[in-house]
């Protein structure tokens, strides 16, 4: 049985090889999910400062 989360992701890809737009309940609940995913990022690893480590490695 496919799972709601697999759903979303596949309506997702369809929509950008289409060029069609997400409806916007799939959207809010990949939007919602990637914001999750965010912050638990931030919370193990803490926030990246890019621009440092850009100038960093052209040294």
Known sequence: ?????KLDM??????VLSGHPLDPETAAKVRE?????????RRRC???DVV???REARE
Request: glycine residues 4%.
């Open 10 to 15: 596949e309506a997702l890809l369809e929509s």
């Open 46 to 48: 803490g926030t990246v």
């Open 1 to 5: 049985m496919r799972t709601e989360t």
């Open 33 to 41: 999910e990637a914001e999750k995913i965010t912050e638990e990022i």
């Open 52 to 54: 440092e480590l850009i």
